[in-house]
Nanobody, 119 residues
Framework: QVRVQEYGGGSVEAGGSLRLSCVVSGYDNCDEHDVNWYRQAPGKEREYVGFLDSEGGAHYASSLRGRFTISQGDSDNVVYLQMNNLKPEDTAKYYC????????????WGQGIQVTVSS
């Protein structure tokens, strides 16, 4: 069973940085997969942030490109979301999602982690 857990959230002042980690386990029997990041602010719909594809390529929502960076961790089961020059409007709960592009494993969401940016 695939499990996804986010780490690294917290509170930061505007202009600061945070790095979130997405740790995935239980996917050994899964084939090609992506790791996606989303966020959801209070009262708003969940918003796509970006994803790391199975070949290590990073893709971003156009509005976040340049401030956010998605990368592979030192371990194959870790994906980072580096967020720089944070703004109060980045305040949201951030979610990681394992997406099985090829194969029969279930797409799996993490529980999310809170990021709060104060002005």
């Amino acid at each position: 069973q695939v499990r996804v857990q986010e780490y690294g959230g917290g509170s930061v002042e505007a202009g600061g940085s945070l790095r979130l980690s997405c740790v995935v386990s239980g996917y050994d029997n899964c084939d090609e997969h992506d790791v996606n990041w989303y966020r959801q602010a209070p009262g708003k719909e969940r918003e796509y942030v970006g994803f790391l594809d199975s070949e290590g390529g990073a893709h971003y929502a156009s509005s976040l490109r340049g401030r956010f960076t998605i990368s592979q961790g030192d371990s194959d089961n870790v994906v980072y979301l580096q967020m720089n020059n944070l703004k109060p409007e980045d305040t949201a709960k951030y979610y990681c999602k394992f997406v099985n592009v090829v194969g029969t494993c279930s797409d799996t969401w993490g529980q999310g982690i809170q990021v709060t940016v104060s002005s």
